[in-house]
């Protein structure tokens, strides 16, 4: 049990740190903060997925983030919207996670 926390702590501490490597190459000042607020949103979708089945979870994030890269000056590239399929095309596909916990 304490090795299996050790690993997700870790998972989770590398995509946290993955988001911050990434947004110092953008030039973002002091990009820890947001790398946590980024990392936050993604904990936060897939624990609202995985308890209610709700896979608009994702698509709030994805809005939410990129209000925040918008007010660190940034302009989202991707402009898929959200609403079509069900929260950006996810609806439909295997839950990759689920999947692998049956």
């Given amino acids: 049990m304490a090795q299996t926390i050790r690993r997700?702590?870790?998972f989770k501490q590398s995509r946290r740190l993955w988001f911050r490597e990434q947004l110092v190459e953008l030039g973002i000042?002091?990009?820890d903060?947001?790398?946590t607020q980024l990392q936050l949103l993604v904990d936060g979708s897939i624990v609202g997925n995985l308890m209610g089945d709700d896979r608009t979870m994702a698509c709030a994030a994805?809005?939410?983030a990129?209000?925040?890269l918008r007010m660190?000056?940034?302009q989202s590239t991707n402009q898929?919207?959200?609403s079509r399929a069900g929260g950006g095309g996810v609806t439909g596909?295997?839950?990759s996670m689920r999947e692998h916990n049956k």
């Fill in 62 to 64: 994805k809005q939410a």
């Fill in 93 to 95: 596909q295997p839950n």
């Fill in 80 to 82: 898929r919207d959200c």
């Fill in 29 to 31: 000042a002091s990009p």
């Fill in 33 to 35: 903060g947001l790398a």
């Fill in 8 to 10: 997700r702590r870790s």
């Fill in 72 to 74: 660190r000056g940034l």
């Fill in 66 to 68: 990129k209000v925040l």
